[in-house]
């Protein structure tokens, strides 16, 4: 039998010698690579809560991580990764808006005339600090009052109704 000391030595080079090989063997990613976004999570729960009959957001996968691309999703030019305005008017959509979307925190715009929601407006939205405009007009929503509005960008606190009609 070996001494005790050359024993640890030997597990002591095995292990530093495994962990070098490690590095070599795991396939490094790319520096370029982002992580996950929120953004993609939240969308894909507004998606799961919205029918669409016409098939109109078929490009809202979960496989699909260019979700900037989506129909009706527009991005930052600063915050690249980050869903800056909803575009979905007239697309026959219907189901309620669900909470998560207050989780799209750069959202300036959201723009969902002529679709068939209904239920509440969320009252997660008043916590969106960038948000500019919404429309919700021409939809069942409990509060019929509450469909389109301008913020003013002095104080973010006050709503403006502005009537299309």
């Not at 005790?4 to 495994?18: G, I, N, R």
């Not at 992580?35 to 098939?55: E, I, W, Y």
Request: aromatic share 10%; net charge neutral; proline share 8%.
């Amino acid at each position: 039998m070996a001494p005790p000391e050359t024993l640890s030595s030997s597990v002591l080079v095995a292990t530093v010698l495994s962990f070098i090989f490690s590095f070599l063997l795991v396939p490094a990613l790319p520096l370029d690579r982002t992580p996950p976004n929120n953004d993609l999570q939240t969308l894909l729960c507004l998606r799961s809560n919205l029918s669409d009959p016409a098939g109109l957001l078929a490009s809202w996968k979960n496989d699909s991580l260019e979700f900037c691309t989506w129909a009706g999703v527009n991005c930052g030019k600063r915050h690249k990764s980050h869903v800056v305005a909803l575009n979905l008017d007239s697309l026959e959509l219907s189901g309620q808006i669900p909470a998560c979307i207050a989780n799209l925190t750069f959202l300036e715009r959201i723009h969902f005339p002529n679709n068939h929601l209904t239920g509440p407006i969320p009252y997660e939205l008043g916590q969106l600090k960038w948000l500019q405009y919404l429309n919700f007009s021409s939809n069942n929503l409990c509060d019929p009052r509450n469909s389109v509005f301008l913020f003013s960008s002095s104080d973010r606190r006050s709503w403006g109704k502005f009537s299309p009609r």
